[in-house]
């Protein structure tokens, strides 16, 4: 053996290496997987109230669907997804060229930052506001600015301040990221606050309206950000199937936005995330208005049985236009957190979002969200 194979290697600081974007990153954190919990703690029963899912499942006829799809996964799926963009031009009313798929909304949202943000330029967003802001801003080298959040005092507590918001943009600023309605928070601006603040924007500002919830909307005829796009060139609306749609693990994202700025964004945009089962089964579940309807049904009467039930537990929430409600459980949030996953039930901790005192509940069936109350009630009678 020779002098220099024996010679153990000099260790190497990667993350020194890497841009200085990442160095400070730290890993977006999902809710806490049912297998993970499981192993943890050797229980066979869990109920996971923590991602904002759809507990009832995909419709049967994205089920359907996505069968018949997978018969093809040895294909490579269609890079330009003619047909869920010629299903979604249909729904929605708008040309295709506006249209760009992702894998998931997340994707899109790392496209518009990779798009129109770097070293040098600034976005704003919101300070409880989506965690994936802060991601693809500093992964880009960009700088991030958060907006303070309105006041307990305000009628809608934690929720968007849009002034706060406008006095944060300068000539750096190149992207504005609204959630609405917001997560993690579940609070909402009103449509004519909302479309106020966006023509009040510099026209070189790119505004995100990010809808993944808009479907559990509490008024679901009022208007979206979506009719606003042929007055507001510097729009994009991102939306997901991953929420009311049931269709999470098959990440299907889309982005409405001008023509150039879909073109922009395809330029960016990886060869084949749209995968072939997902774009089956989102098209699908275009189609399947029964069960967009049931599932907002049952999510509205299950999130007023969950306020009702906070409420009478002495515990504040925030107000909800989603599928979740976000409680104030105290000082002790993460001792909750944890006795509730010791009784089978995941929650989301917010601790990294700015509001450590803070649980967020996903609406379950109504079998869930009873198991949840009295797991709540009995941890909070045992503290």
């Not at 996964?73 to 060229?97: M, T, W």
């Not at 960009?142 to 934690?158: F, T, V």
């Not at 504005?176 to 009040?200: Q, Y």
Request: proline share 7%; hydrophobic share 45%.
């Amino acid at each position: 053996m020779t002098a220099q194979a024996s010679r153990s290697p000099q260790p190497v600081d990667f993350p020194a290496l890497a841009v200085e974007g990442v160095q400070g990153l730290t890993p977006y954190q999902p809710g806490k997987p049912i297998d993970e919990l499981k192993r943890e703690l050797g229980i066979e029963t869990v109920v996971k109230l923590a991602s904002n899912e759809n507990p009832l499942g995909p419709g049967e006829r994205a089920l359907a669907a996505m069968r018949a799809a997978c018969a093809e996964v040895h294909r490579y799926p269609d890079p330009n997804g003619f047909d869920l963009k010629a299903g979604l031009s249909r729904h929605l009313d708008v040309g295709a060229e506006r249209l760009v798929l992702g894998n998931g909304s997340n994707d899109l949202l790392d496209l518009l930052a990779r798009v129109f943000l770097g070293p040098g330029r600034s976005a704003v967003f919101s300070e409880h506001a989506f965690a994936v802001y802060r991601l693809v801003t500093r992964a880009c080298g960009a700088e991030g600015r958060a907006a303070p959040a309105l006041g307990a005092e305000s009628g809608m507590p934690r929720g968007h301040d849009l002034e706060a918001m406008r006095a944060r943009i300068d000539a750096t600023t190149r992207v504005v990221f609204v959630a609405n309605p917001n997560n993690p928070t579940g609070t909402w601006v009103e449509p004519a606050e909302l479309e106020a603040f966006i023509a009040d924007l510099p026209a070189e500002v790119v505004v995100v309206v990010d809808e993944a919830y808009v479907e559990y909307a509490r008024d679901p005829g009022q208007p979206t950000a979506l009719d606003w796009l042929e007055r507001f060139p510097n729009l994009v609306v991102t939306r997901t199937f991953s929420k009311i749609h049931g269709l999470a693990g098959v990440r299907i994202g889309y982005a409405v936005a001008h023509p150039a700025i879909a073109d922009l964004m395809n330029r960016v945009r990886h060869p084949f995330n749209a995968n072939r089962v997902g774009q089956a089964g989102a098209l699908a579940a275009l189609e399947d208005a029964d069960y967009v309807a049931e599932s907002r049904r049952m999510n509205l009467a299950e999130r007023d049985r969950l306020e009702a039930a906070l409420d009478r537990l002495g515990l504040a929430h925030l107000p909800s236009a989603t599928n979740f409600v976000t409680a104030e459980v105290g000082e002790d949030a993460g001792g909750i957190y944890q006795r509730l996953l010791e009784r089978g039930f995941i929650a989301r901790p917010l601790v990294g979002d700015g509001l450590p005192r803070h649980l967020r509940i996903s609406v379950g069936t109504p079998a869930e969200n009873a198991g949840l109350i009295a797991a709540l009630e009995a941890v909070l009678e045992a503290r």
